[in-house]
C-alpha cells in the first residue's frame, strides 16, 4: 500500500522508516526494537571504538536477524591550531572558575573517529545489510571494500550538489536532509549554513536531480510528515528527534525534560559542542557564546574543552554545558516504546496516504 516500496525492496525492510543513528542517544536497544517493528534500526558508531561496535552489532544479532545499519562519520582529521584552541578554552576560562575548576588544565582529547581501516575490517567481517556515512563518504578504496561486502550504502546530502556527487560515487540511496534535522548538518561540500534549506524545499529537487531513491529526514515526526515525505517523492523517511523520548534512548534525564518541553523551548544551529554546525535546544552555553562561535576549534576538537564542565555539572542534572541534540519537531514528539512507535508512525502515515479525498458540493465545500 505504499506508493514507492523501493527502499523496502531494497534493503528488506517491512516499513520505510528508518531510525536515524543518532550518536550517543541509541545502541543495540533502540535499533533491535525499531528492526523487530519492521523499521531499519541504526548503530551509531561515532563514539564507539572498534571493540565497542563488535559488542553492540554482536547484541543486535543475538536479538534479531532482520536488516540493520550501521553508521559511521567520515570526517577528515582536523590539523591542530594551537592558538585557536588557547582562545577558546579562554573563552571557557569564566565557566571553569564559576564550577571550581582550573581553566589551565587540558582539554581531553574528543572521541569522534572517523570511518577508517580498523572500522572497515570489521564491517567485512560482520556484514551489516546496510552501512550509512555522514559527511559524505570515506576514501574510495575503504568504500569499495564496504560495497565489495554486499552492504548497500546510504549518505546524507544537504544540497543538490551534494546529492548528484554522492549518487557518482556510487550511493544506493540518498538521505535527503533538511536544515530542520535535530543533530550535525551532514554537509561535507559546503560551509555556508545561511543557504541550508528545509526538508519539503530541499526532498523534491533531489529527487528529480537523482535516479537512486531518496529518503526524507528532518522536522519528521508524524504520519502527516511521512505523507508528505512520499507525496514529494521519498521512498523512505529517517526519523530521529521522535525516537529520543522512547524509552530505549539513552540520553540523560534533563535532554528528555527539555524535549518534552516541545515548542517551548527553541532549538538552533550551533558549533559550541564539537566545531562543527548541529541542530540542539537552545541552552545557557549556547546563549552566552553562541550559538555560532568564531573561536570554536574545528570538529570534532571543540568538545574536548567543554567535558571538564560538563562532568562537573551534569551529576547535579544541569543541561547547561549538555548539547540537547533534537529536531525542529520535538513538539510532535511522543513518549511511548520504540516499537510501538514505529508501529504507531507506520499507520498514521498510512491512513493519510490512503485517504480518500473529498468530493466538493454543488456549492464547493467539501463532504
Sequence with gaps: MWPDRRIQDMLGIELPIIQAPMAGAGLADLAVAVCTAGGLGSLPCALLSPEQLRDQFGIIRQRTTRPVNVNFF????????????????????????????????????????????????LIEELRPEVVSFHFGLPERSLL?????????????????????????????????????????RGMFRTDDTATQIGTFALLPQVVDAVRVPVIAAGGIADGRGI?????????????????????????????RRALAAGPDRATALTNVFTGRPARGIVNRIMQEIGPIAPDAPPFPLAGGALAPLRSASEPDGSEDFMPLWSGQSAGLCRAMPAGKLTRHLADEALARLTQRPKRPDRKGHGQ
Design 227 to 255: 505523507a508528505a515525505a512520499f507525496m514529494l517523492g521519498a521512498s523512505a523517511v529517517q526519523i530521529g528527534t521522535a525516537y529520543l523520548l522512547t524509552p530505549e534512548a539513552t540520553i540523560a534525564e534533563p535532554h
Design 74 to 121: 567520515c570526517h577528515p582529521p582536523p590539523e591542530p591550531e594551537a592558538a585557536r584552541e588557547a582562545r577558546w578554552q579562554q573563552r571557557l576560562a569564566p565557566y571553569y572558575r564559576e564550577l571550581g575548576l582550573d581553566p589551565e588544565i587540558p582539554a581531553p582529547p574528543s572521541n569522534r573517529a572517523p570511518f577508517d581501516d580498523a572500522f572497515c575490517t
Design 144 to 184: 569499495d571494500r564496504v560495497a565489495a561486502t554486499g552492504a548497500r550504502i546510504l549518505s546524507s546530502a544537504t544540497t543538490v550538489d551534494e546529492a548528484r556527487w554522492l549518487e557518482d560515487a556510487g550511493c544506493h540511496a540518498i538521505i535527503a536532509q533538511g536544515v530542520e534535522a535535530g543533530g550535525h
